[in-house]
C-alpha cells in the first residue's frame, strides 16, 4: 500500500474492516476538523527517508481521521487495540487527552496536554511536542528565542499551554496571556503558575496596550485557519521591533494576521515551521530516530509553494 497524505473519510471501525492486519509501524493524526491537515504528508515523506536505512520501517504508513471529541476515548482504546504505535492530536482532543489518559511524561503534565501518543504495553503515554515546535519555529525564524525575552500568547487552548511550558521552561522575562473568554483565561493562568514565576493575563481585545517593545507575539489561537478571518490583533497599534509567529496556517496563501503583521513592518511567520518541527519530536519519540524537522519543512514548502 503506497503512503496516502489525504485525510481519510472512513471512520476507525471502517479502516480496520479493510486492514485487519494493522502493523505496529502505523501512526494517525486525530482532529474535528481535519482536512486541512498537512501532518500525513510531512510525516509519510519523513517516515519515506527513515525507510531508506532501516528496512523495519518499509511499510510504515501515517493517516488522518477526523475523530468526534465525544468519541476520543472509545477511538483511542480501539487504535491502541489495533497495533498502532503512536497518535498526534490536534484541535480539539489536546486537553480532553489529558483528562481521560493517566500515563505522562513531564513536557505533557506541565501544559495539561498532549498532541502526542506512544503505544505502551499498558495503553497511551502523553507527550506535548508543542513547546519544542514553538521553540524551534521562533528561533529559526527570527533568530532569537524566549530566554529573556518578553513573550505574549494569544490564546488559552491546548496549543497555548503547550507553547507556554516551553516559554516559561526557558526563563522568559514576563509571559502575558490574552484570550477573550475570561473564565478559560483565569484557568489557565492557575494551572500555569509556578512557584518562581506569575504570568499576567488580559482580555484579547485589550492586548495592544499591554505589548512591550522586541515583544516575541504568539498567536496559538485557531484565528487564521479560514480565509475571511480577520487578524488576530490591530498589528498598527504595536511596537515594530516586535516578532510574530501564528500558529495557524493555511494552504497555498498566508494568514490574515501574518499579511497585516508584515503590512506593518513586523516580522511574521505561519505556523509550517512550528507544524513540522513537533511533528519531528513526535516521530522521533514514536521511532527513536533523530530529528527530521529541516525535511518536513521542506515538503511543506514544496507542497504548497512549488519549492525545487
Given at each position: ?103 505522562f511524561d513531564e513536557t505533557a503534565k506541565k501544559a495539561r496536554a ?83 514565576f506569575e504570568l499576567s493575563t488580559t482580555p484579547l481585545e485589550n ?45 497555498g496563501a498566508e494568514t490574515s494576521s501574518v499579511l497585516a503583521a ?47
Open positions: 500500500m503506497e503512503r496516502d497524505n489525504k485525510p481519510s473519510e472512513m471512520s476507525g471501525d471502517e479502516f480496520f474492516a479493510r486492514n485487519e492486519n494493522s502493523p505496529e509501524k502505523y501512526f494517525a493524526v486525530f482532529g474535528k476538523p481535519i482536512a486541512h491537515s498537512l501532518s500525513p504528508l510531512m510525516q509519510n515523506a519523513a517516515l519515506g527517508e527513515i525507510a531508506k536505512t532501516d528496512d523495519a520501517f518499509a511499510g510504515a504508513k501515517y493517516f488522518a481521521f477526523e475523530v468526534d471529541p465525544d468519541n476520543l476515548a472509545e477511538t483511542l482504546h480501539l487504535f491502541w487495540r489495533k497495533n498502532f504505535t503512536g497518535i498526534n492530536l490536534t484541535i480539539p482532543h489536546k486537553e480532553i487527552a489529558f483528562r481521560i489518559l493517566t500515563d498532549c498532541n502526542t501518543l506512544l503505544r505502551t504495553p499498558d495503553g497511551w503515554r502523553g507527550y506535548n511536542t508543542d513547546g519544542f515546535g514553538v521553540t524551534a519555529a521562533v528561533e529559526n525564524a527570527f533568530g532569537r528565542g524566549f530566554e529573556n525575552a518578553d513573550v505574549v500568547l494569544l490564546g488559552a487552548g491546548g496549543a497555548a499551554r503547550g507553547a507556554a511550558a516551553a516559554i516559561l521552561g526557558a526563563k522568559c522575562k514576563s509571559l502575558l496571556v490574552a484570550n477573550r473568554n475570561p473564565e478559560r483565561l483565569a484557568k489557565f493562568a492557575d494551572d500555569m503558575k509556578t512557584e518562581n492586548v495592544e496596550a499591554k505589548i512591550a517593545p522586541r515583544s516575541v507575539i504568539v498567536n496559538a489561537t485557531a484565528v487564521g485557519l479560514k480565509a475571511d478571518d480577520r487578524p488576530v490583533i490591530d498589528f498598527s497599534k504595536i511596537p515594530q521591533d516586535c516578532v510574530f509567529l501564528d500558529m495557524p496556517y493555511r494552504r508584515r503590512a506593518n513592518g513586523i516580522p511574521a511567520e505561519n505556523g509550517l515551521a512550528m507544524l513540522a518541527w513537533q511533528g519531528a519530536k513526535s516521530l522521533s519519540i514514536w521511532t527513536g530516530k533523530p530529528l527530521l524537522g529541516a525535511l518536513m519543512l521542506y515538503k511543506l514548502k514544496e507542497h504548497l509553494y512549488g519549492l525545487g
